[in-house]
């Protein structure tokens, strides 16, 4: 079965740090751009982060730039997103998704479950 698995999240005070996990199971990560979503209540789901195949390029919203990373280990068959200071509006479900031939996007098929992400002011 081929699946997306998200974990990492929970609670968090503001500031803090938490580092969410993109694994896949039942094929091989390596071959897909992976993107990392999020999705607050009341609000559109929202491209946060992408990262090339190789690794080699990355790219993040402005709202995250300069505080969450992306990277993969593709040995590991995961991606992952390190998010350091965290604001309360950082709140929301997390999701990561895949696409062969670009980054992901909000039409991509590919998505795991999501975990969330609370930030406490």
């Known amino acids: 079965q081929l699946q997306l698995v998200e974990s990492g999240g929970g609670l968090v005070h503001a500031g803090g740090s938490l580092r969410l996990s993109c694994a896949a199971s039942g094929f091989t990560l390596d071959y897909f751009h992976v993107g990392w979503f999020r999705q607050s209540p009341g609000k559109e789901r929202e491209g946060v982060s992408c990262i090339s195949k190789s690794g080699s390029n990355t790219n993040y919203a402005d709202s995250v730039r300069g505080r969450f990373t992306i990277s993969r280990d593709n040995a590991k068959n995961t991606v992952y997103l390190q998010m350091n200071s965290l604001k309360p509006e950082d709140t929301a479900i997390y999701y990561c998704?895949?696409?062969?031939?670009?980054?992901?996007?909000?039409?991509?098929?590919?998505w795991g479950q999501g975990t969330q992400v609370t930030v406490s002011s």
């Open positions: 998704a895949i696409d062969l031939g670009s980054c992901p996007t909000l039409l991509s098929g590919s």
